[in-house]
């Protein structure tokens, strides 16, 4: 048993799961900031390259992604 099991045994350790993007292509993640709806879109380097408008705000990140960050009023 791990230390985690013995501290909380209703809530056992488990692997995490492998994230499986959806099939539309579209990688996105979604939650709210101060009651707004807001975004994150992500985009592997060659996923970049690809894309024939990219948008000025995306951030690259050294682990090989771009990321753009999108409120919703």
Known sequence: MSSVESRFPEHPASAPTLYCPPEDGEHRA???????????????????RQLAVRPTDAQYYP????????LEE
């Open 30 to 48: 979604s939650w709210r900031i101060n009651g707004y709806r807001a975004s994150i879109l992500v985009w592997t380097t060659e996923e970049w």
């Open 63 to 70: 682990c090989g992604v771009w990321c753009a960050l999108r």
